[in-house]
């Protein structure tokens, strides 16, 4: 099973863009990059995935690089709102379930 | 709206007392699953189900069961709850192919005194 790295903690000021990398040097082939967020006391939320090429929505881009060993999640504008652990996960493909295995995350304080 | 709802957001439960911790999903997903969370550790697979009936054992199934007697309903449970189940308790469920993405309960955070 692949596994995810990501920094502990990162600072960013409110009204930036928030860059989170991940890195996933051991991804095969058929295996997704998916980034979760949990808010303080709240289940975890997803935000996007992709398989090879960027991708975006109204939260979120994703930046993955062309040997997909790495990737990074970008909040364009932050907000306080954005303070929370995201968590990079690369999903894990069984016969049977499809589950996905989560790390220790980053930890990202938007500050004002 | 698209809802995991989990039965109890605390629940303070003694030790040796069984517990049932419940997850029920409308949206027709074949896949549910059971983490636990704590401070450091991050979030750890305990059991999942592909099925009604079907189980499958995840990181760290030690000291736990599941039920799964209907697919919107999946059931955690502790036979003889000891301190060290502690913890943030998340339910989530997906549905079954490909890269679908797999949405959460609140979480019930569990105490075993």
């Known amino acids: 099973d692949a596994k995810t790295t990501q920094p502990p903690s990162m600072d960013c000021a409110e009204g930036r863009a928030a860059n989170l990398p991940c890195n996933h040097s051991t991804i095969s082939g058929n295996e997704y990059v998916y980034w979760y967020r949990q808010i303080h006391s709240q289940g975890p939320q997803y935000i996007i995935h992709?398989?090879?090429n960027n991708e975006t929505n109204e939260m979120a881009s994703l930046i993955i690089t062309e040997d997909r060993k790495s990737s990074t999640l970008i909040l364009p504008h932050a907000t306080l709102r954005d303070t929370a652990v995201y968590y990079c996960i690369v999903r894990v493909a069984s016969n049977a379930g499809n589950m996905l295995t989560f790390g220790g995350g980053t930890r990202l304080m938007v500050k004002p | 709206d698209v809802k995991v709802t989990q039965s109890s957001r605390y629940l303070v439960k003694r030790t040796g007392e069984k517990v049932f911790l419940e997850c029920v999903q409308d949206m027709d997903h074949e896949n549910m699953f059971w983490y636990r969370q704590d401070p450091g550790l991050g979030l750890r697979l305990i059991y999942f189900s592909y099925d009604v009936k079907m189980k499958e054992k995840g990181d760290i199934p030690e000291g736990y069961s599941v039920s799964r007697e209907k697919k919107e309903r999946f059931s955690l449970i502790l036979e003889s709850a000891s301190t060290n189940q502690t913890s943030m308790y998340l339910c989530?469920?997906?549905?079954?192919?490909?890269?679908?993405?797999?949405?959460f309960g609140q979480g019930t955070r569990l105490t075993v005194v």
């Open positions: 992709g398989l090879k």
């Open positions: 989530a469920s997906r549905t079954g192919g490909g890269d679908t993405e797999a949405f």
